[in-house]
């Protein structure tokens, strides 16, 4: 093998080392888990760190070092418009930043709903029930949040406000709440002419009522024990309205939870953690001053 091709094999095993989670968890499966979304073998790849037919629930958590531990910890909930997961630069890439900047950070693979929508919510449920009562780790966590992009900002904001119980769930877990949520473009409402409606269709199905969609609905669920919340999206995003953010952030003023909100000028849906969404520097600020100034 000849001497370049050899570096860049050990300087590509570096990397991957480098940028690999401490820990990695499985919560349950179709089998385990109170509900199942029906789906059968391995996860799906569909290019670019993307995954679908998920039907295990996995925590990968990257850790804080104690030295620059801020006591808090985040659980991720990728979007991809809950036909599939954006594991890269709605979860991973996330993840390795903010354990560097002192955040122990879970990236979490959740079982697609597949039209039954407790799902999704039982595995964040369940993710933020591990991290509280069941992790142990190099830094003592403080303060547990709940993060989520897109669709998995719905599945944020559903488990922020506590849709699980809102629908019946009367278990300990569905009644769990985090300390704050932080939602980048979250898909929230089911307004037919407001919603993104792929995502409530693979959630709920094609043929659900308006009923069943309000009952899945944050902005509409949230009451005065939801968690004080940061949201960031761009103004010209085509694909999910501005106003699903809007609505959620004007609800929970009304109930009197601390919101935020921060409108970028442009860059569209879905830019994650890409170095090319011009405002990264920006909404990475904000974020952090966010977290600082509710730091318990």
């Given at each position: 093998m000849?001497?370049?091709?050899?570096?860049?094999?050990?300087?590509?095993?570096?990397i991957?080392?480098?940028?690999?989670?401490?820990l990695?968890?499985?919560?349950?499966?179709?089998?385990?888990a109170?509900?199942s979304?029906?789906?059968?073998?391995?996860?799906?790849?569909?290019?670019?760190?993307?995954?679908?037919?998920?039907?295990?629930?996995?925590?990968?958590?990257?850790?804080?070092?104690p030295?620059?531990?801020?006591?808090?910890?985040?659980?991720?909930?990728p979007?991809?418009?809950?036909?599939?997961l954006?594991?890269?630069?709605?979860?991973?890439?996330?993840?390795?930043?903010?354990?560097?900047?002192?955040?122990?950070?879970?990236?979490?693979?959740?079982?697609?709903?597949?039209?039954?929508?407790?799902?999704?919510?039982?595995?964040?449920?369940?993710a933020?029930?591990y991290?509280?009562?069941e992790?142990?780790?190099?830094?003592?966590?403080?303060?547990?949040?709940?993060?989520?992009?897109?669709?998995?900002?719905?599945?944020?904001?559903?488990?922020?406000?506590g849709s699980?119980k809102?629908n019946?769930?009367?278990?300990?877990?569905?009644?769990?709440r985090?300390?704050?949520?932080?939602?980048f473009?979250?898909?929230?409402t089911?307004h037919?002419?407001?919603?993104?409606?792929?995502?409530?269709?693979?959630l709920l199905?094609?043929?659900?009522?308006?009923?069943?969609?309000?009952?899945?609905?944050?902005?509409?669920?949230?009451?005065?024990?939801?968690?004080?919340?940061?949201?960031?999206?761009?103004?010209?995003?085509?694909?999910?309205?501005?106003?699903?953010?809007?609505?959620?952030?004007?609800?929970?003023?009304?109930?009197?939870?601390?919101?935020?909100?921060?409108?970028?000028?442009?860059?569209?849906h879905?830019?994650?953690?890409?170095?090319?969404?011009?405002?990264?520097?920006?909404?990475?600020?904000?974020?952090?001053?966010?977290?600082?100034?509710?730091?318990?």
């Open positions: 000849k001497l370049n091709a050899l570096l860049a094999i050990v300087a590509s095993l570096f991957m080392n480098s940028q690999a989670q401490d990695t968890i499985k919560l349950w499966d179709n089998a385990t109170p509900h979304n029906r789906l059968t073998g391995e996860d799906k790849d569909e290019g670019q760190e993307r995954i679908s037919n998920t039907n295990v629930a996995e925590l990968y958590i990257y850790e804080a070092e030295a620059k531990a801020t006591g808090q910890a985040v659980v991720i909930c979007g991809g418009g809950y036909r599939l954006a594991m890269g630069h709605e979860g991973h890439q996330y993840a390795k930043w903010m354990a560097e900047n002192g955040i122990t950070t879970a990236v979490l693979k959740y079982r697609l709903p597949n039209n039954t929508p407790q799902v999704p919510m039982e595995d964040a449920a369940e933020l029930r991290m509280k009562e992790y142990r780790g190099k830094a003592a966590i403080k303060q547990l949040g709940i993060m989520g992009f897109s669709a998995g900002g719905h599945l944020a904001a559903s488990t922020a406000v699980l809102a019946g769930d009367t278990s300990a877990r569905a009644a769990l985090p300390d704050f949520a932080v939602l473009y979250p898909v929230i089911g037919p002419l407001q919603t993104h409606k792929g995502s409530y269709d693979y199905g094609k043929e659900r009522t308006q009923e069943l969609t309000d009952r899945w609905s944050p902005e509409l669920v949230a009451g005065k024990d939801a968690p004080q919340t940061l949201l960031i999206l761009s103004s010209d995003d085509a694909t999910v309205p501005p106003i699903n953010s809007t609505k959620f952030y004007n609800a929970l003023r009304e109930l009197g939870i601390p919101a935020s909100i921060n409108i970028l000028p442009s860059g569209g879905g830019w994650g953690f890409r170095d090319s969404f011009k405002y990264k520097a920006i909404w990475q600020e904000t974020m952090l001053e966010w977290l600082a100034s509710i730091k318990k």
